[in-house]
């Protein structure tokens, strides 16, 4: 799966998806997926964001597990986004 630029839900409300992603301590990362309407610019964007700990992946590695790429961290907000945006725009 890859995250697009943009969306639409059902009714046709459009999004554009914003992703980003800092440093917001030594060893944490933040990534956020937004999605901000672009049909309705009164409406308010929504927000979805998940923070990798340093240690985690640390421990991942130790235990030759599969460690999570940004690129599938956005995939996974993604998923959860696009099923928020489906549930309220019924």
């Not at 943009?6 to 009714?11: E, G, L, P, R, V």
């Not at 046709?12 to 800092?22: E, M």
């Not at 927000?47 to 956005?74: G, H, M, Y």
Request: proline share 7%; hydrophobic share 45%.
């Amino acid at each position: 799966m890859v995250v697009p630029a943009y969306c639409s839900t059902a009714s046709g409300r459009v999004f554009r998806l914003v992703r980003s992603s800092r440093l917001v301590a030594p060893d944490r990362v933040r990534y956020v997926l937004r999605a901000e309407p672009i049909t309705n610019a009164a409406a308010a964007p929504r927000e979805l964001a998940r923070e990798i700990d340093a240690e985690f992946i640390r421990d991942k590695i130790a235990n030759r597990q599969a460690v999570p790429t940004p690129e599938l961290t956005f995939e996974a907000l993604w998923a959860e986004l696009r099923s928020d945006l489906d549930v309220r725009d019924v």
